[in-house]
DNA sequence: GTGGTCTAGACCACG
DNA sequence: GTGGTCTAGACCACC
């Protein structure tokens, strides 16, 4: 299901977190679907259970998904709301991200591509955004 | 010089690499100029000589800047044919930056801002970009 | 009836017994009426009927229903000297949340609102408290 | 320092947030004071280092502390701006205890005593409200 | 020295 | 069988 890097920087429970945030984003993992028990996601990549249920709990707070004590952990459903403020955090690492790339030669053509890509992935969540992007 | 958060959770030499490398990135640091001593900005900073000493060599790792013995640190000249691997690296973290923030409700009109205002933190070094990004 | 967050990190069985409590509270459910048996609060719910006897068993330990062999569950008649030590507790409970309540901007204003909702919700039990709350 | 009930139903590590934060909330602590360090309370109160871990990580979650990797965990400044969101959740919590508390006998006068001494623990964070209750 | 992560394995609470 | 908590002890990153 996933690949891990245990030799990575980054920590394994956070390697999971993107991983899984990904596959929600991308609508892989529908709401209210199930995620593998943190047993069995344990013994599939051999991985101690605590990290995967770490994960999870992160996974949790960050409002991606739910558990539910004796049953199991599930996507959760999008928020009508967004959260402003992870926006705007977002964004600003988004800026940040997008000078460095412009210094190595990112073109609005690049850009355009990129944004319509992540849009198409996510199965045009926000209506209102299937337009042209230019 | 620097302004930084000792109380973030990133650490504070990569703190001082990515102050460092946006100054670089918008030509306020310019090629072949010096940058300030590691004894210098250490006191500036009351931050340990090997935190920034550790910053430098970073920076000179990525290839921003480069150290002469005895003399000291000095920014590198922007590299002509960029690094293509990294462009790709970003942009792969880019796409995967602006897939969670259109979950979280970005716009492509935000995008644009973002892109816009990057492009003028930069100034100009990519002239064939200079147009309007619409 | 009811209307249970089968996502609440709150367990099933906790939230039967703080919304019935509430409804024994309020004057909803009176003493000596007769509560919904297991099996059809059970069906009504979806809610495993195990869940649903811990609730109530629950609810007998603390003094707001009895139940009798073979008829059903009913509701409690109001003790007239309540439990001083329950009291007790609440009001630690109470201050420790008012505590935190003012750090993190809690007025006066706010308290008396709360306080006057509070109050009219449980119908003026305690007569000698229906006056202004100012 | 603490005490804490390891056969409590309650969390050690959640005895541990609420212990801390009301030193915090009180003022025994100050921003920016150290906490003691994860090692040196787990042998004091002989917890194992990880359940300290979480509990300061939970705190740090909160906004109620900061912590420095190779330095310490410190008690982070009020924040200016309130978050409306958890008094909003705290206001909740407590209509719900205030009614309880109503149904077991509690006074006006003693919700005003309860405020009162929650209010002088807080040294009177919000200078607006120094007034009288009434 | 400090915090941060991870494993191995145990026990409890819940449905 | 599920998630949640805890211990014992190890290793790494940071300052």
């Known amino acids: 299901m996933f690949q891990l890097d245990v030799r990575s920087r980054k920590p394994i429970y956070e390697q999971l977190v993107d991983k899984i945030k990904e596959l929600i984003i991308n609508r892989i993992l529908k709401p209210d ?3 593998p028990s943190v047993r069995m996601l344990s013994s599939q990549l051999t991985v101690n259970p605590n990290t995967i249920q770490r994960a999870y709990r992160e996974l949790e707070n960050q409002g991606y998904i739910y558990s539910i004590k004796g049953k199991g952990n599930f996507v959760a459903a999008i928020e009508l709301k967004p959260n402003e403020q992870k926006l705007a955090e977002l964004k600003t690492d988004l800026k ?6 412009i210094y190595l030669g990112l073109t609005k053509d690049d850009i355009y591509v990129l944004f319509h890509e992540a849009h198409q992935q996510t199965k045009g969540i926000n209506s209102d955004d299937t337009g042209s992007f230019r």
């Open 33 to 35: 679907e199930q995620l």
């Open 96 to 101: 940040r991200l997008i000078a460095e790339a």
